[in-house]
């Protein structure tokens, strides 16, 4: 175990621009989306009454709010907007995977890093193991989305609404945790050209040092989260912004160790 991850760790370093590139990409979604979510949120509540508001300017409020939603053409334009942002997200992420998965084979083989030459030679099967793996996720949406509206009108608090969906919440993580590490191994066996079911069946032979490793990388990630909540919490201001920035600079790492540790385990295991 210890060994895969400084082997993934040392995949991780040569491919440093690839995590510049990716870091790049996190930062970027992450700003345009805030952006667009102000530009919707920021005009209805500039309207919420803060000076001495009463029950009735409150309710006055949300009635104007869902007016403006459900009433106007507002909703279809954000909708639209979302539906473009995820459709350019479903189309950039698998190509980085595509480039990065098929890198990580040839450099093993002494090749040295070859991102581009990867997504332009099987951009197609990752992609589409990409987007399979995504519908497979949500698709427990179908039935958890009614069974949340009729907890909601049930339940006598929202305290014990959300209680109610922890479990299914949880319990609809473990799935996606689980479609995505069996996907991943799938698009290794695409991205090296050796056969998605081959890159499966290596993963279902390798599952607990393929959870190991995950789990391991996991802990990690939460920890570096929990300190960087715990600093920007106590102390504001340009420090908690600059802190803000390099977290997402440290997922970008973590994620790309994390992938060159799996793709170890795969690598080990073909061979």
């Known amino acids: 175990m210890r060994q895969r991850l400084k082997m993934g760790w040392d995949m991780t370093v040569r491919h440093k621009y690839v995590l510049v590139l990716l870091f790049l990409y996190r930062l970027l979604w992450g700003f345009f989306l805030y952006r667009f979510i102000d530009s919707v949120v920021t005009p209805i509540l500039a309207r919420y009454p803060d000076q001495h508001p009463n029950s009735d300017a409150a309710h006055l409020f949300l009635i104007e709010a869902q007016f403006r939603l459900l009433k106007t053409d507002l909703i279809n334009e954000v909708l639209w907007m979302l539906g473009g942002l995820l459709l350019l997200r479903m189309v950039l992420t698998p190509l980085f995977n595509a480039g990065v998965y098929f890198s990580f084979y040839h450099a093993v083989e002494g090749e040295g890093t070859r991102v581009l030459s990867g997504m332009k030679q099987v951009w197609k099967p990752v992609t589409l193991l990409y987007w399979i793996e995504n519908g497979l996720v949500l698709l427990p949406a179908i039935w958890l989305l009614p069974l949340a509206k009729d907890l909601f009108f049930s339940e006598s608090s929202l ?24 996907f991943q191994f799938m698009q290794f066996g695409a991205a090296s050209q050796e056969g998605i079911f081959k890159g499966l069946g290596l993963a279902l032979r390798r599952v607990l040092p393929l959870l190991g490793i995950s789990f391991i990388l996991l802990g990690v990630g939460l920890a570096v989260f929990a300190t960087a909540w715990a600093i920007s919490f106590f102390w504001s201001g340009f420090l908690a912004v600059a802190l803000h920035q390099a977290f997402h600079f440290v997922r970008s790492l973590l994620k790309l160790w994390t992938s060159a540790s799996q793709y170890q385990v795969w690598s080990t295991t073909e061979s």
């Open 159 to 182: 305290t014990a609404w959300l209680q109610g969906l922890l479990p299914y919440a949880a319990a609809w993580m473990v799935f996606g945790f689980i479609i995505h590490l069996l």
